[in-house]
């Protein structure tokens, strides 16, 4: 993998507000599996409400997101 910047995921309500967020340097975190993140929050969400994972990198090189089963994983629990 690249080992130069940073790797950055967040999550983002409703196309607009940011609501959760993780950096990783690169270079601090790189392993055989690439850069592992997470990021997580508790947030009351409406019934109209949208929650998008966003990501972003700067190494100056184009990066693959690991789509694949055992890749990116996106969940959501309602919570009483």
Do not use: C, H
């Not at 983002?12 to 392993?31: C, D, F, K, P, Y």
């Not at 019934?47 to 690991?66: F, H, I, K, P």
């Amino acid at each position: 993998g690249n080992t130069t910047g940073f790797r950055r995921n967040f999550l983002r309500l409703n196309g607009v507000t940011q609501i959760s967020a993780n950096t990783e340097n690169v270079a601090a975190t790189l392993s055989a599996n690439g850069t592992p993140q997470d990021s997580t929050v508790q947030y009351n969400l409406a019934a109209t409400d949208y929650v998008e994972l966003m990501v972003y990198q700067n190494s100056g090189a184009t990066r693959t997101v690991d789509g694949t089963a055992a890749g990116t994983v996106f969940m959501m629990v309602k919570q009483n």
